[in-house]
């Protein structure tokens, strides 16, 4: 079970929102400036992090699953979020050079489908960054926040969830370390929570955040010259040449 798009929108207008949005797009934008994309979809509810990547001069559109609902996005402009079926993505194989996804995988139903239909549209070679709540951290506890819901993930889970959709891990860090309370004096110090989590706790942190490349596995290329050899049963099967000598390699089958 996930939030709302307009429950996640009506949170991160508020000063808690808005504080892990400078937090985790921190993390995004020092990520991305060193693979800059310039296709790039935001999967899940990834709005507030759109417009950072969109300043970056890349072609960014969104997609969120239909049990979420949609909020629109960019404010005042044509709308670039399409209402999408998790199982079923509207959009040709390889057609992203990047897939930002928050949101979305601790509360599908499926999370291996998800991934793979986004494996499928990400171009090979090409990076999925990924948010999830972190099972070990305060902020997967308490339900006053979108991370409080669904399924959250230890690292090692997101990993195997990662390389069973045939992607694999670059980087991830743990973030959000200050408490997931609202009072504004917490949000103040965000910063300094963060550098002392990262270096002492980092564990507890409230998010687990994933960098992971798509990765295409070559096929053994079946050999071209073949020769027929009769079996005892009569049977003409096929036995390839080989290559490291003159004459043809038979056997009796």
Not at 148 to 177: H, M
Request: aromatic share 10%; net charge positive; proline share 7%.
């Amino acid at each position: 079970m996930s939030f709302e798009a307009i429950r996640l929108q009506s949170w991160y207008a508020t000063a808690q929102g808005q504080t892990v949005t400078r937090l985790v797009g921190k993390v995004l934008r020092r990520w991305l400036s060193l693979h800059k994309p310039e296709t790039c979809l935001g999967y899940g509810f990834s709005q507030p992090y759109l417009s950072q990547i969109q300043a970056m001069g890349s072609q960014v559109w969104g997609a969120s699953p239909a049990e979420m609902g949609v909020a629109s996005w960019p404010r005042g402009e044509d709308n670039r979020i399409a209402l999408v079926r998790p199982e079923a993505l509207p959009f040709a194989d390889e057609s992203f050079d990047q897939v930002i996804m928050t949101h979305l995988l601790e509360g599908t139903q499926s999370p291996r489908v998800a991934l793979r239909e986004t494996w499928r549209i990400l171009k090979p070679g090409c990076r999925l960054f990924i948010m999830v709540p972190n099972r070990g951290g305060v902020w997967a506890r308490r339900d006053g926040t979108p991370f409080g819901w669904g399924r959250p993930f230890s690292p090692r889970q997101l990993k195997e969830q990662l390389e069973d959709s045939f992607f694999i891990p670059r980087q991830s860090c743990f973030a959000l370390f200050m408490p997931p309370f609202s009072s504004n004096w917490l949000l103040k110090a965000a910063g300094a929570w963060e550098k002392a989590g990262t270096r002492w706790c980092a564990p507890l942190g409230g998010v687990i955040v994933c960098e992971a490349e798509k990765v295409v596995y070559a096929s053994t290329p079946l050999a071209r010259d073949f020769v027929g050899v009769r079996s005892r049963e009569g049977m003409v099967l096929p036995v390839a040449k080989n290559q490291g000598s003159r004459g043809l390699d038979r056997r009796r089958l």
